[in-house]
Structures are given as C-alpha cells and as structure tokens.
C-alpha cells in the first residue's frame, strides 16, 4: 500500500468509518496479513476496529479508541489514558467476574436440585452436592462415570440421540430413571441447556428428584382408584344430578340394579326411571329449587326388563363455594329383601292371628305386672268373657282363686323357681258352672317392648282327654278279662318269627312255658315243617293286609305222642309283625270226623233213594239239573240250565231266602242245611236243601221230607243233634 495514492491515511480512513457504519444497514470486515503489516501498523488498526477476529476467535476489543479521540491529536496520551482506562476496567471485569463465578458456584453447590455438567460423549465433568447425595456417588467417583452408567430407562444409543437432540435445539426437559449407587432406581425429572466452555458444547443438567412425586401420584392414583371401586362397588347405588335433574354420574351397582350402561342413563332426567315419575319429578325440582330434604324416602325404580325395584333414597344438595345448589348426589337402596321380609313378616302375623284364633289351645300373654296382653278366642269361648273385658286388666283380678293365675305370677317374680315349667293340671269352672281341667304350660321370656319378662300360658282342656283315658283304662281292665277268660292263646310275632311278648291267655295249649317263647324265633321252637307253614302264613297276612288261616298238629308237651290239633289265625298287627290267635280244636276235629261219617252215612242213604240235585254256579246260575228236579218242578233240564234262580222261580220269601243261604255258603266256604217250605204244583212242600260249596260253585241236595217227617223222626233227631255239635264248634 506504500505506492498506492492516499495510502498514507489508511488509520485515518479506519477510523474515521466507525462514524459512518453504525448508522448504515452495511457490516464491514477489515482483514489484515500480520505476516504483511508492520506491527506498528497492526497496533494503530488494532484501535481502529471495536471487534477483532483472531484467528477463529472474535473479541470484543478493549484496546479500541473512538475515532474523535484517535484522531483528536495527541495520540499517545490518548492511548496512555485508555490504557490506564482499561487496566480499571478490567480490574473492575475481573472482580465482576468472580463475583459472578462466585454466584454461579454458590448456585451450582447450593441448588436443591442436582447439577451435572457432561460433555457431548456423555461424560461427567462437574458434579454438586444434591447429585453426590441423589445417586451416592463421590466427586472423584463422579468424573470416572459417563450417563449411561446410572440412566435406567434408556439404552446407552438412546442416550447418544438425546445428547444429538440437545446440541440442535439447545435445550430439553424429559422424565427419567436413574440408578444410585447403591442399586436403589429413583425417578428424577431432567432439565438440559447447551453451554459452550473453551469453544465445546457443554450439557448443564439439573436433576429433580421425582421419586416421591411419583409415589405420591401413584399413591393418588391407587386412592383414586380405590375410590371409584369403592364407588362403584358400594354395596348401594350412587348417582349425582345437575342442577336441572339429568344424570351426571351413576355407579355400578345401580347400573346392575336397573339393568342399565351408563350411556344409556347419564343426560336423562332421573324421573324417567322412577315409576311414580310425576311425583319424582315435581320433588326433584323442589330440592334443586331449596326445598327442605326429606330424610329418607321410598320410590319404585323401572329396570330396564321390566321389572319393578322398591328402593330407599336419601338425598344430599351439592353447592358450589357461593353456595349455590348446583345439584343432588343421592344413594339408593334395594329393599326388595327387606319388601318381600316385611311383607312375609305381615303374612306370618296373619297366619299367626288365624292360628290364635282358630286353636283350640287357650293363649293367654301377661306383662310383667301380671295384665293380660293377650287372649284369644278359645279363651273367650271357654270363660265366656270377651278379651275387651279383660284386655288391660290383671289375671288375678279377672281369674281370682285359680291356680293357673298363682303359678303365672310365681313364674315372673322367679323364672327359675324350680316345679314351675312344668306342665300343671288345673281346674276351672266355667261362667256356665261346668268344672273343666285345663293343662297350662309357661314360658317366661322379655319383652320385646322394654325387655321387661312377659309370661305366655299356653292351656288344653284335657277334659274329654282325661274321660277317654279313663274309659281307655276300664276298656283295656275289660279286655285284659277277656282275654284271660278265652280259650285261646294269643302271640305277637315279628315279621322273621320272633316272638315279641309272652304268650298271653290259655296255658293248655301252650307246648313251653310262657317265658320260653320271648325272643326265640318259630324255627328255634317249633319242628322245621310247621315253623315254615306259620312263617309262610304271617308273610301272606303281612304283604295282602287279609286273614291267614292254618290248621296244623303238633304234640302237648312237646316230645310226647299226646297230638292235639290247633287252629291259628294270623292277622297284621303292623308293618313287620302279626297277631297270632291259636286255638286247641282237637275236640272239634273229633266231632267233624263223627259228622263226616255220618254224612258218608247220610249220602250212601241219599244216594240210594231219588232225591233232588242240582249244581249253580258263583252267580246263582244252574249248571246241572238232574231227573228228580225236571220231575218235582216240572222244570226240562234244557230250561233250566243258564237261568238264574230268580229266573226259574218266582221272588218270594222263601226263594229269597234259599239265595242268602247260597251266597252265604260262597262266601264263608262252609257248608249249610236249612228246611225251606216251598209250594210247587198247588202243593205244600218241605225240603231239607243242603249247600255244599264245590270249585266252581254249589253242589245243591234238595229232599222232599214231608211224607217222610214222621217217619224219620229218628233220624231227623239224629240230623238236629248232628247239627248241634256243628253249631257248637
């Protein structure tokens, strides 16, 4: 620049466009070859110029003189006197400078939070006290760690891309976890600015530890959790309403009680579910209006299918803080139980008010002053006093000298006199003067009023009880007679044979003595083919509810040849075990034997002369009709077989009573004579009829014994005697 024209005030030129550039829109940069430039020349630009770049360093140049003063004449005493300035100043730089220092340590050391200063591969360069007390590490240990040595939450590349997000945009703030050096993981909330120190990227990190916030929010959350629980699955329903009577919010149980979502519920008036809607309606509206709550209420709710649900309701007013009604919050309950309990309470009190009255038994309820609470209708009927007499007033006065009255009043002074519970016996006269006895039983217990003990007497006229046990007895003394006075011996025995009594009437047909038959069964008594007979007989009268009949022979006393002949008859007596009634009939088999005889005698002497015979059937029907019949009656055979006897003979007296005798003899199975006067023909006749039964039927012997009546006297006398002896047995 030495050759170049003006060159010579180049500092002047310098200098002089620090007046011009400020108030223009231009930068200007002045660059100078210190290989090139005379240091002289360097020092007067280095004046000139308030910014310098060195290198790729830029300075806010203090050794700059304002072109007035640089180019106001004596240049070196101005330079003198900004060098002296600038010694001052930055005297005055320095002390500001480590009081700022001195502030940023007081503030990196005493924040309450931790304070990390990491360059851009993560390592850490400074740490403070709070994050030496957060993760427990010392200084020294501090400065051998990098991030990913304490983060938790993200992978060490997770890290290096954070650190990437920092350096463009300057700044970030993120939730995260940090391990401590002791293992513990602590939640801390990050806070991250970009500072440059020597020309690097600095992270100047704070770390709030979070730990207890977060377990005080998931302490909140777990509460509030709790509470919707406890909201919804309160055991009643919960709903709140706005300030105009729509849903705003409904738990779950009454959502499950009506059968509702909640979408289906939350913005309809309340009264749209009620079933008295007009009546919910109009008090909803009053107590949104300031209406005085009522305590607790009834209401019938519509579930959705239908069904009606009674319900309790209790109301609260929600306000806002200038206590303004803004809304209800209302619980209801399900009282279908409680509904069906009382309405079966109510059906109990019926049903024991129809009892009281429609007993028999006398129930009278006494307080513990002795007045009567109650008296029902049995009472009434049998005093002849009506319970608005007596109701009120005590039992001694309405009941004096009765001994009843004496043991009730006994029993509420002592409950636990001894003798007292016991059933009593009582007498009592009635109104009319009838003596009837009455059977009290008490029972003392509280009163459900003021727990003061009641006495409730309980009476049966046992009157007629009494007359029948006694006519029982006398009934039972005139059987016990009876039976010790008939010819038969009687057993109770069980359903396999056992005999259950001792024998009980005649001795002489006894095979053992009394006592030798209690408990023995008929196999262990009696020979094995009559055991079996008695056995099969009791199993047949058990099972067809019938008579059993059997006839058998066994010797008296057992072992000896002395046979007798026995009848039993086998009845049940319950449902395992029969009465047995055994009786000696071997002088009735010697007289039938006799009778059999006489009558083989008899019909050999029938037989041997041409007497009437006919067979019928069950229904009366003749089924054989032989000659001496189609010659009495006139009567062919061929008209009478299949007719009736009513059919062949006119309906009188003695037809009628020809057809008892008949059924008769079908019905007990036993033979039967009788002497029928019978007119036939114009004549008179007199019959001996005989019946025999048969298989299918009747087997029917008529004679004609009114020519020989005399004649046979003698045998007619021997008839009657045979007769007898039948009539006897």
Known sequence: ????????????????????????????????????????????????????????????????????????????????????????????????????????????????????????????????????????YSRDEFLELRVSDFEVMERPEETGARIEKVLRTGRDEFETRQRTKQGEIRNVLVAVRTVALSGRPIFHCVFYDITARKRAEEALRESEALLRELYDEAPVGYHELDGEGRLKRVNRTELTMLGYTAEEMIGRPVWEFVFEREAAHRAVLSKLAGSQLVPAFER???????????????????????????????????????????????????????????????????????????????????????????????????????????????????????????????????????????????????????GRPCVLGTGMDITARKRAEEALRQSETKNRALIQAMPDTLFRVSRDGTFLDDPVGEDSGLALSRRAFLGKRADELFPGDLANMALEAAERALESGTLQVLEYQMPIPLGTKNLRHFEARIVPCGPDEVLAIARDITERKRVEEALRESEAHYRELADSISDVFFAMDRDLRYTYWNKASEKLTGVPAKDALGKSLYELFPDTPETREAARVYLDVLRTGQPQTFINDYRLGGKEFSFEISAYPSERGLSVFVKDITERKRAEDALAARTRQLEAVRAVT
């Open 1 to 136: 620049l030495r050759e170049v024209p003006g060159s010579d005030r180049l500092i002047e030129y310098e200098a002089k466009l620090n007046n011009f550039l400020p108030e223009s829109r231009c930068l200007a940069i002045c660059q100078y070859d210190s290989r090139r430039f005379d240091p002289a020349v360097l020092l007067q630009v280095l004046s000139t110029h308030p910014t310098a770049a060195v290198g790729r360093d830029l300075y806010d140049n203090f050794y700059y003189i304002p072109p007035a003063e640089f180019l106001g004449g004596d240049l070196p005493a101005t330079t003198l006197r900004h060098c002296l300035e600038n010694l001052k100043e930055r005297s005055r730089a320095e002390d500001k400078l480590r009081e700022a220092e001195m502030r940023y340590r007081t503030l990196f050391e005493q924040s309450p939070a931790g304070v990390l200063l990491i360059d851009e591969t993560g390592a850490v360069l400074e740490s403070n006290d709070v994050a030496h007390r957060q993760l427990g």
């Open 300 to 450: 019938t709710y519509l579930c959705k299918d239908g069904r009606r649900v009674p319900v309790l309701i209790e109301d609260r007013l929600l306000r806002d803080p200038e206590g303004r009604i803004t809304g209800i919050r209302s619980t209801i309950q399900d009282i279908s139980v409680r509904k069906q309990a009382e309405e079966a309470a109510r059906e109990n009190q019926r049903v024991l008010e129809a009892v009281l009255e429609t007993t028999r038994a006398l129930i009278v309820l006494a307080d513990s002053e002795g007045r009567i609470l109650l008296f029902n209708r049995a009472c009434e009927e049998l005093t002849g006093r009506s319970r608005q007499e007596v109701l009120g007033k005590t039992i001694a006065d309405c009941f004096p000298d009765q001994v009843w009255v004496s043991i009730a009043l006994k029993l509420l002074v002592d409950r636990g006199a001894p003798g007292l519970l016991v059933p009593h016996e009582c007498p009592w006269q009635t109104t009319s003067g009838e003596q009837r006895l009455i059977e009290w039983r008490f029972r003392v217990f509280p009163s459900p009023r003021d």
